[in-house]
């Protein structure tokens, strides 16, 4: 069955510190990749996606994602995180073929002030 | 962002309650969805509407009854719920199901089953 994996399913880090989350999918297929972002008390909001093109995707508020295909991988990074960051993030992905979005676990991030 | 609005945003309700989650888009999508998001679990797609017809149902036990009037808007009925079924249920729109697009979330609502 299709996948999608998140390692870590709690990240602390304090405001300055670089973040990178990984998500890898099992899929052999043509996918579309997301990074979602739930912040506390708010709904899912999407932080950035890919479909084609540049594998190194930019989104909101200075997150960025890298997708290498050969390892079946979606990372989000960012250089310095805030405060503000505290939230769950998800990785989800949509096989080309059909049009189901799978989620992953989701990874909840504490920033420390 | 008001795209997606769900009511109520908090549920309590008892195993032999009749109750109904509402959403509304206002993105003038033509799919909408319902999912169950509960701790530690991926999102749980449960339903999946295309222009206002059922396309999906992933083995969703029929306690949990889903209408679609129309593109705008998706309602979940529930009837005799068990204690697990407690959950945030997501409704999300996007502008076709039959392909990979973006999904846009409302913010859900927090079902207690008593």
């Known amino acids: 069955a299709q996948s999608v994996s998140q390692h870590n399913h709690h990240v602390i880090l304090s405001e300055a510190a670089s973040l990178e989350l990984g998500c890898n999918y099992s899929?052999?297929?043509?996918?579309?990749l997301f990074w979602y972002v739930q912040y506390p008390g708010q709904h899912l909001q999407l932080l950035l996606k890919?479909?084609?093109?540049?594998?190194l995707v930019k989104g909101i508020k200075g997150f960025e994602a890298e997708f290498i295909k050969s390892k079946f991988s979606f990372n989000l990074r960012k250089p310095s995180v805030q405060w503000s960051d505290t939230a769950e993030y998800f990785c989800a992905v949509i096989p080309r073929s059909q049009g189901n979005l799978i989620f992953g676990k989701g990874t909840k991030l504490s920033v420390k002030p | 962002e008001t795209g997606v609005t769900q009511t109520p945003r908090h549920l309590v309700m008892g195993m032999t309650n009749k109750k109904s989650l509402k959403c509304e888009q206002h993105l003038g999508h033509n799919a909408m969805y319902w999912y169950k998001q509960s701790a530690k679990k991926p999102l749980e797609l449960m339903f999946v509407y295309s222009l206002e017809e059922r396309v999906e149902n992933n083995s969703v036990p029929s306690r949990f009854s889903p209408e679609c009037p129309n593109s705008s808007h998706l309602f979940l009925h529930l009837h005799t719920l068990q204690p697990e079924d407690s959950a945030l249920y997501l409704c999300?729109?996007?502008?076709?199901?039959?392909?990979?697009?973006?999904?846009?979330f409302g913010p859900g609502t927090r079902l207690t089953v008593l």
């Open positions: 890919y479909f084609s093109g540049d594998p």
């Open positions: 999300a729109s996007s502008q076709d199901a039959r392909g990979p697009d973006t999904q846009y």
């Open positions: 899929y052999g297929g043509t996918v579309n």
